[in-house]
């Protein structure tokens, strides 16, 4: 898939998107059924913010509001231009709603300043502070005065930026506003979502994102579907292109986005990142939420799980819930979600959650139309393909257990033993950095993050631990947190950590042609299923971020040093007869920047400044490392 597209594929409105899942999608007649109006609604502050309406024709009885909030346009644009799809699945268009879709502030036809994530207020303290709640606020009080047959309720959802607008729209919410669903929702973009993540800037998705994502003037329509000029990488292979054009400073030279300047450039938990960390504002939340998210989204799976717990922390007295599914960004609306690349999922989770989660949440809410029964976690447990529910998330009745990594490249829940080898070693080159999929890519392909690693368990500069072949089954669930004690030749270095699925020898293939024809890359190799290596976590950590996130500190050449942190969370079954593994490397390219493994700001770093360094994995009785997972007890047989 080409860079743009992909992103293009993300970035437009998404219930225009919902049209790739089946070809009948479009067979309800909206232009029968609703009329468009267009409005410029007032802020407090006096920008006017354009605004789409469709309202149904059938005034037999009054309707509530389902609203998105987007930058990335609300086309088409002029009343004789309708949507195909309005609502997040066509039961929302069948059921009547007054649907809504706003320009966000400074963006295409609506006025006001556009700021990249902007911060948020807490309590404005005067007309002139205004941010995404107070637009959410004035816009929902003009709708309920001007928009005739309403019912008094408001509904807004989004997906990625999206999902943000929705989340911050309901902070300090207005009454109107019963139900929202951030779903993908961008909240720290430091802390695990687009832009960093352990510390190391998610250089390919970040790129190919700002190469269509500017600054643009107020009041310029957004072109037509497919008509963006796309960058022009000279060669189908990311890999080679990064690194014929490294470092940081040429990229952004070629790029020449400012938005993409701020984010290369605030490469520590700064005064940038922090007032944009949107978790620690989740406050005055009073309607009923529901977070969404999938477990193969390559940008925004941290956010809708940390978005629920601050929900759940600032406020109470609504229901708040945690959807999960086995998802690329954004797949839950457009895709059945039966399989991703070769990983079969043995149902269409998409349309499952379209028919019997969104949809009866929003009735529920904002009609009053049954009790959709929701768990306070929903969510797809990989490995054995079943939906689970639960009161919780992590579940309560987790069991804390550490994976130990041990000499010949062993690994069991049991500690090392005394008199173990003491490390193993490998060095990693700047100039030769470890690939993250094994074929030529331009973008980031959605399956990478359930690939196969066969190809990286070959590599001289990765490092490999696998168990003996389970027993039992093994189910995961919550945070997977490396604690490592590592050493490095350099001052810095990045610690990438990955836990895989090994499949048995003989597990025989399930692609069917279909599924072959529906891959997210094309360019993906076929292989074998015996012996896959399922990627299911993997993380990037750079080292000097390992005591603070805000002030880094160089590592001691040769010094044995502690290296904890948490990985996002899963819920997987490892199944009797597979094998768990544990693959460590300190390059993840081009899906995250290269480190030059000088204790350095990295931005400014010239080509001359990379360096090869050797990297230590302690594991020995007195110097332990492992993974700690939140193992689930086995039902009763």
Not at 32 to 48: F, L, Q, S, W
């Amino acid at each position: 898939m080409k860079a743009l597209a992909a992103a293009i594929l993300f970035l437009l409105p998404l219930c225009a998107l919902a049209q790739e899942r089946k070809p009948e999608a479009a067979s309800f007649d909206l232009k029968a059924h609703y009329t468009h109006y267009e409005y410029y609604i007032p802020m407090r502050d006096g920008a006017r913010l354009f605004t789409s309406v469709y309202e149904p024709k059938d005034t037999s009885h009054p309707y509530p509001f389902l609203m998105t909030r987007t930058p990335y346009t609300v086309s088409p644009y002029g009343e004789d231009h309708d949507r195909r799809q309005l609502g997040p699945s066509e039961a929302f268009d069948r059921a009547g709603y007054i649907f809504v879709f706003q320009d966000v502030r400074g963006r295409y036809l609506s006025g006001g300043n556009f700021i990249d994530m902007p911060p948020q207020f807490d309590q404005p303290s005067s007309n002139h502070e205004v941010d995404e709640s107070t637009d959410m606020y004035d816009t929902v009080d003009w709708l309920l005065k001007n928009i005739p047959n309403n019912n008094g309720r408001v509904g807004i959802w989004g997906i990625s930026y999206p999902g943000f607008y929705t989340s911050a729209s309901i902070i300090n919410s207005h009454p109107a506003i019963k139900a929202a669903s951030p779903e993908a929702p961008m909240t720290n973009l430091f802390m695990g979502d687009d832009s960093y993540h352990g510390g190391a800037f998610m250089l390919d998705a970040n790129f190919s994102f700002y190469a269509f994502f500017r600054p643009r003037p107020n009041n310029t329509p957004a072109p037509p579907s497919g008509n963006f000029t796309p960058f022009n990488y000279g060669t189908t292979d990311a890999y080679d292109f990064y690194l014929q054009n490294y470092p940081l400073s040429n990229l952004e030279n070629l790029i020449k986005n400012p938005l993409f300047d701020d984010n290369v450039n605030h490469d520590t938990y700064d005064s940038f990142w922090q007032p944009r960390d949107l978790s620690q504002h989740m406050k005055n939340v009073k309607c009923a939420t529901l977070e969404v998210g999938g477990w193969f989204d390559a940008e925004d799976l941290s956010g809708p799980v940390r978005t629920f717990h601050a929900i759940d922390k600032f406020n109470s007295g609504n229901f708040n819930g945690l959807v999960i599914g086995p998802w690329v960004h954004g797949g839950w609306a457009r895709y059945e979600g039966n399989h991703l690349g070769r990983v079969q999922f043995d149902s269409n989770t998409g349309d499952f959650y379209r028919e019997h989660i969104i949809f009866p949440f929003f009735e529920q809410y904002l009609k009053g139309n049954g009790d959709a029964k929701l768990p306070k976690a929903y969510v797809f447990e990989t490995g054995s393909n079943v939906w689970r529910q639960y009161a919780s998330w992590p579940p309560k009745n987790v069991e804390s257990k550490t994976l130990y990594l041990h000499a010949h490249g062993k690994l069991s829940f049991d500690p090392p033993a005394a008199g173990e080898q003491a490390y193993d070693e490998y060095t990693s080159d700047p100039k030769h950095p470890v690939p993250f999929v094994a074929y030529a890519a331009e973008d980031v392909p959605q399956e990478y993050m359930l690939s196969d690693q066969r190809f990286a368990a070959k590599r001289p500069d990765v490092v490999t631990y696998m168990t003996d072949p389970l027993e039992e089954d093994v189910t995961i669930a919550g945070p997977v947190s490396p604690h490592l004690r590592i050493s490095s030749s350099g001052t810095d270095s990045d610690f990438d950590v990955k836990l895989i699925d090994v499949y048995p020898a003989d597990y025989p293939d399930q692609e069917t042609p279909e599924a072959r024809g529906q891959r997210t890359d094309v360019n993906m190799p076929v292989e074998k299923m015996g012996g896959y290596q399922m990627l299911v976590r993997g993380e990037p950590m750079r080292a000097k971020f390992r005591n603070s996130w805000a002030k880094p500190e160089p590592l001691v050449p040769g010094q044995v040093t502690p290296l904890n942190f948490d990985m996002q969370d899963i819920n997987h079954t490892f199944r009797r007869g597979h094998r768990i593994m544990i693959q460590i490397q300190s390059s993840w390219f081009p899906l995250t920047d290269l480190n030059p493994q000088t204790f350095m700001t990295i931005p400014n770093a010239k080509l001359s400044d990379f360096h090869a360094a050797t990297e230590r994995i302690y594991h020995s009785a007195q110097a332990q490392s492992g993974i700690v997972v939140g193992v689930l007890p086995r039902p009763p047989q």
